[in-house]
């Protein structure tokens, strides 16, 4: 799916209180994995709450393409109680797909599904958006060749367009991971599903571990332990039977992070956000922002899958700057935008160490960050890997925003436009869809002024 029309540009103003009940969409990364490993099991998986933002829809599509059978069964009202059954072919069941498989604007369907065909005997070649084509696979390619997996054709493997030979006999490996990225250590684990014996992945910080619980929920055995002071070793055996399941999506943490840093910012606003996925591994921001001073209160809290969710209150609140520290940067990897807009409404500095990772997202977020801050009034400086923002408690407001293709820098300056003193313009809001396809309507019901 690619965007070819018109952008859309956005406005967003000073608005009034926010207030409201709201879900926001099903989780991205969830949404992908069940969608992947309903496709690898045997039998049908029953997903419920699937994100229908087009990162997922376009992993959907690349599972037929593959062979599995993907219906989405009108539930009730409304998205979210859609059903989506998929029928999967089983580990290393594959079929040739009869063209290239498009991912969009996606990285985490692209290097998963990398992954999950490097354990197939088959051939795929895999594309996206200029975006994902500027974006480095080889990270994602090196570990998948060690396993026996082949590029092949003109690509060098670094960038998109390329063509994957699965290995027919794939090796166990043990993987060190230079970087702390669920998505390497993902490609790898669903690559290792058809290998004989186990696989193992250590990386240097803990990323998020929803591939490690959805595995364990459809019935392999994933062993997780720590390695070192904030590293990780997970071992998978291969060769399980996987059975469809039931999988219930909960609310993505990282859409949340929207309408959450709006409310804290918009004087008197008071909203509650239901069934948001807690896992640690991804709650980053709530903890720094609680640190800043925000009301983030927590209660209806229940547990789906091994996922953990819960009802958030939160209230509008005076921020302070801190210090977010290098090691919780897995765990807040996609919020750092939004809360980069939170420090620029706090009074203080906000230093956020050790964003490497942020340059190689949709778009380099480290720098599109400081030049959203910056065209808005907002003194940033980039010191090597760090962000450092000043807050003046208020954003005088006033820019234009380009969006480089990313959803998330056009949500985080429509956020910063609801409390800014004069408007804030964003280029083109058409990228939204792949992550929050009801961010507009949503934010507009809860009171946010968007023309
Ligand atoms: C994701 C992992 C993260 C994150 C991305 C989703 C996933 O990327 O930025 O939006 O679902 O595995 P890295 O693992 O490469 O940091």
Redesign the pocket.
């Known amino acids: 799916m690619t965007h070819s029309s018109q952008p859309s540009p956005l406005e967003a103003r000073k608005s009034s209180p926010l207030n409201g009940r709201v879900r926001v969409p099903g989780d991205k990364?969830i949404s992908?994995r069940a969608l992947i490993l309903g496709a690898l099991a045997v039998g049908e998986t029953r997903i419920t709450g699937l994100l229908e933002g087009e990162d997922v829809l376009n992993t959907a599509q690349a599972m037929r393409m593959l062979g599995a059978k993907v219906e989405r069964q009108a539930g009730g009202q409304g998205a979210g109680e859609a059903v989506w059954s998929v029928r999967g072919v089983g580990v290393g069941g594959f079929a040739v797909p009869s063209g290239a498989l498009d991912f969009g604007n996606s990285?985490?369907g692209c290097r998963l599904v990398m992954g999950a065909v490097a354990g197939c005997p088959i051939t795929a070649t895999f594309d996206g958006d200029a975006s994902l084509r500027s974006r480095p696979m080889r990270r994602i390619v090196d570990p998948l060749a060690l396993m026996g997996a082949r590029v092949t054709g003109q690509s060098d493997g670094g960038r998109l367009p390329l063509t994957l030979a699965g290995a027919r006999d794939p090796l166990p490996i043990e993987y060190r991971s230079p970087v702390a990225?669920?998505?390497i250590k993902?490609a790898v684990l669903l690559a290792g599903l058809s290998a004989p014996g186990v696989t193992t992945v250590i990386e240097p910080e803990h990323?998020?571990d929803h591939t490690e619980l959805m595995l364990t929920h459809f019935g392999a055995d994933v062993v997780s332990v720590a390695d070192g002071a904030h590293g990780r070793k997970i071992s998978l055996t291969g060769q399980p039977e996987l059975h469809g399941a039931a999988v219930t999506v909960p609310a993505d943490p990282s859409s949340a992070a929207f309408p959450i840093v709006a409310a804290l910012i918009v004087p008197g606003s008071d909203i509650t956000l239901d069934d948001v996925m807690t896992n640690p591994l991804r709650t980053g921001l709530f903890t720094t922002l609680r640190e800043m001073g925000a009301s983030i209160e927590e209660s209806h809290v229940r547990r789906d899958a091994g996922e953990p969710m819960a009802r958030l209150r939160v209230r509008a609140s005076k921020l302070r700057g801190v210090e977010v520290p290098p090691e919780r940067a897995p765990s807040m990897?996609?919020e750092y935008l939004v809360l980069a807009v939170a420090a620029a409404f706090a009074e203080g500095t906000t230093v956020m160490r050790g964003l490497k990772?942020l340059r190689v997202?949709e778009s380099d977020r480290l720098e599109a960050t400081a030049a959203m801050l910056r065209v808005n009034g907002v003194k940033v400086e980039i010191a090597g890997d760090d962000l450092i923002v000043e807050g003046r408690g208020h954003v005088p407001g006033g820019g234009l925003v380009a969006t480089h293709m990313d959803h998330r820098i056009a949500m985080s300056a429509l956020v910063m436009g609801c409390a800014s003193d004069v408007p804030v313009k964003v280029d083109d809001t058409a990228f939204i869809a792949t992550s929050f396809p009801d961010f507009i309507p949503m934010m507009q019901r809860l009171g946010a002024e968007f023309a």
């Open positions: 990364s992908h990285g985490t990225s669920a998505q993902s990323s998020r990897i996609d990772e997202k």
